[in-house]
């Protein structure tokens, strides 16, 4: 398995496992404790990472998410809280999930070296908020969270190329949403207002971009050897599949 088939096929596991513990109801209640909607957790908890900017500079990093919805969102998490503190209680909560659901997972010790040796040799060059979260101190040591901190790694490493890809690809964010699986539906959930653009002269540019991010993604995975790479695909897909009813972001 070359590193570019690896970036592929542990797509979807990565986007599905990597977001869970954002729909986690336990989550929810943390955003309601700290005095925040769910939009205001979700956009500084990931944002946050960066510190205390302007909201365009962390609508930039998210890259797909409307800007007005990200400053919405931005604005009244920091009428609140510091956004590098919410950042951090989105990351215990990251912790507490990866504890409780994978904790008992068969692979988790080996997923866990694995994973993390793509997430240490990944190239941040062009990728702030995936350098941002790689940089947080992890605060819950136990293998568990561990593992979903790397999950969450990944898919931000993977969201990151894929803001360089669409780039790329001469694609812009809404564009390569409107030309993916969820259209409309997905262009709504992510803030962006109508009229749309028509996604039919899209799709090419939109596949292209998708196999570019795959290439992008998949350098991190040269640190491992053939078989390694396969094994890790393996184990992601393994522990997806104990996450339910989470929705795959675009990446």
């Known amino acids: 398995m070359t ?28 955003a309601r404790q ?3 909607t769910g939009w205001a ?15 365009d500079t962390v609508a930039a990093a998210l890259g797909f998410i409307a800007p007005e919805a990200v400053k919405d969102g931005w604005e009244a998490a920091r009428a609140v809280a510091d956004p590098v503190v919410v950042a951090g209680h989105n990351l215990g909560e990251c912790c507490r ?9 068969y692979g988790l010790e080996r997923l866990v070296e694995l ?3 793509v997430v240490v040799a990944a190239d941040a060059t062009g990728m702030p908020l995936f350098a941002a979260w790689r940089a947080m101190p992890i605060p819950d040591d136990a293998p568990g ?10 898919r931000e490493h993977r969201g990151a190329a894929h803001v360089l890809a669409i780039r790329a690809s001469n694609l812009t964010p809404l564009e390569a949403i409107m030309a993916g699986p969820e259209g409309e539906t997905g262009a709504t959930a992510f803030g962006w207002q109508p009229p749309y653009p028509a996604y039919e002269p899209l799709i090419r540019r939109r596949a292209w971009a998708e196999a570019l991010t795959d290439r992008v993604a ?18 992601i897909e393994g522990a997806s599949n104990i996450v339910h009813d989470v929705p795959v972001e675009v990446g």
């Open 97 to 105: 999930w990866g504890r409780e659901n994978l904790s008992d997972y």
């Open 145 to 154: 969270a561990r593992a979903a901190v790397l999950a969450h790694l990944l």
């Open 115 to 117: 994973a993390e040796r």
């Open 218 to 235: 998949g350098e991190a995975y040269r640190v491992l050897d053939a078989k390694e790479r396969m094994e890790l695909v393996d184990l």
């Open 3 to 30: 590193p570019e088939q690896a970036a592929a096929a542990a797509k979807r596991a990565i986007l599905k496992l990597g977001g869970a513990f954002g729909h986690d109801p336990r989550t929810m209640q943390k």
């Open 41 to 55: 957790f979700y956009v500084a908890g990931r944002g946050g990472a960066l510190g205390d900017v302007r909201s």
């Open 34 to 36: 700290l005095g925040l």
